[in-house]
């Protein structure tokens, strides 16, 4: 758990840009969020990948998540350490980034059960 902290901490130094919800669009990190994708949702749909990407970039426009999207990937408890994004991921994040948002402003996701009204469920993934 240390490590993992540690490993955010630096991530956070290293690639964090404070993003204005107006700026945010034209700001964002594309290449970090699709390592992000690649890592969270490697060989799920790309509706998925976008989704994901979507609810990263939401969370930017909160007060209730962090400012930067190293921190809102970090909270996510998403690692990005040693992942190279897929093509796909690429397109997923310049979409997501561009505000294409299949979640319809969704802040939160899971993989797996989920009870409650999803803004999209899609595979195994809620979107709400």
Known sequence: MKIKLICCAVSILLLS?????????EEIDVHLLARAIENAARGESYTVMVSLGAVLVNRLSSNCYPTSLA??????????????????????????SGG????????????????GEPALCTDSWFFY
Do not use: M, Q
Request: aromatic letters at 8%; a negative charge; proline letters at 6%.
């Open 71 to 96: 921190a809102v990937i970090c909270d996510a408890e998403i690692d990005i350490s040693e992942c190279e994004p897929s093509s796909r991921a690429l397109r997923a994040a310049a979409d997501a």
């Open 100 to 115: 294409f948002d299949p979640t319809c402003g969704a802040l939160h996701f899971k993989y797996g059960e989920y009870e």
């Open 17 to 25: 840009t404070a993003l204005t919800p107006a700026a945010r669009a």
